[in-house]
């Protein structure tokens, strides 16, 4: 296989990864749906995805600058595109609540957690996961002509899903001045901080075992928001701050390569085996008999990519040192 097919290998698993990662691995959507999931979404989650991972690669930058990066794509995505976080009757849910900060309309839990999301599910772990299975897991994936089709589909996709979700799941809504305006100050703000972010400097700082990271990035995404309240929300800060500074605690080590970001998104990635039968589908009309089944499906495609990931990891040293 040539090295330009290996990378648009490369290009396509992210393109499926951050859809079905971001809303069908914790059984949110039938799988019957997931090739419709993947034609939506992909080009827009993925396109995001594979224009982050071009901007750190190409200029030497490391994982601060992608996770910067995606908090600013999930910004825009849930503050702009579909506006969700503003939106007081978006379908059927009420994401203007718990912690509801009434001078823009905005609930901090639904902030978080849909940044949050975003930031692990829609950008991270396709990343992740798709330079485990590469040739050339550091070098950047898309020619000139590559990063103008993806990103000329990422506009595309983005701009649909702005019509589509205010006309079905919207209701007309619109944004107000001063929260697309905050939003968008927001997302220029984090992307000056994500290429201005200095560029690492090591430590001597010990780095713990790879099982540990798995079972950090495991519990830290599981229980980030241990339910719906200002508590949940006083939780999820705890555990994000904490998780934040201590992996960039360790990242600062001179032991610190990516294959511990590999076990930190692993954990993370295992969370599928649970979430389906925790959260709650989209759908709250299906029967529990087709719940069960979507969300068994969900846990299978999740442990098993985990399995083949974690083996491709381990086994592919003489495919990445090939031409």
Not at 206 to 230: D, I, M
Request: proline share 6%; charged share 10%; glycine share 10%.
């Amino acid at each position: 296989m040539s090295t330009t097919g290996t990378r648009w290998g490369s290009v396509a698993t992210v393109m499926v990864a951050a859809p079905w990662l971001a809303e069908m691995s914790w059984g949110g959507i039938p799988f019957a749906e997931v090739l419709l999931v993947i034609a939506f979404l992909g080009p827009m989650y993925g396109g995001a995805a594979l224009l982050i991972r071009e901007v750190a690669r190409r200029t030497g930058r490391g994982w601060p600058t992608v996770l910067l990066l995606a908090v600013a794509f999930g910004v825009f995505q849930a503050g702009v595109v579909d506006q969700s976080l503003f939106n007081p009757a978006y379908g059927r849910y009420d994401f203007q609540h718990p912690l509801h900060v009434e001078i823009i309309d905005i609930s901090l839990y639904y902030l978080l957690a849909f940044v949050a999301g975003h930031v692990v599910m829609s950008i991270t772990m396709p990343i992740v996961l798709a330079e485990a299975w590469s040739r050339h897991p550091t070098a950047p994936w898309l020619t000139r002509r590559g990063l103008v089709v993806v990103a000329v589909l990422y506009v595309l996709a983005t701009a649909v899903n702005h019509v589509g979700v205010k006309d079905e799941d919207g209701g007309g809504f619109q944004a107000s001045p001063l929260q697309a305006g905050t939003a968008l100050l927001t997302v220029g703000l984090l992307v000056v901080a994500a290429c201005a972010w200095p560029r690492r400097t090591t430590t001597a700082t010990r780095v713990p075992p790879r099982p540990v990271l798995a079972a950090l990035g495991f519990l830290a995404y599981l229980f980030y928001l241990p339910g719906e309240s200002a508590a949940a929300f006083a939780s999820g800060i705890v555990v994000v701050t904490g998780t934040c500074l201590a992996v960039g605690r360790w990242s600062r080590a001179a032991g610190w390569t990516d294959d511990h970001v590999f076990w930190l998104a692993l954990g993370a990635l295992l969370t599928g085996a649970v979430l389906p039968y925790w959260a709650e589908p989209y759908d709250v009309g299906v029967s529990g008999a087709r719940e069960a089944l979507d969300d068994t499906v969900a846990a299978l495609v999740c442990v098993t990519g985990a399995g083949l990931t974690l083996w491709r990891r381990h086994s592919g040293e003489q495919l990445r040192a090939g031409p």
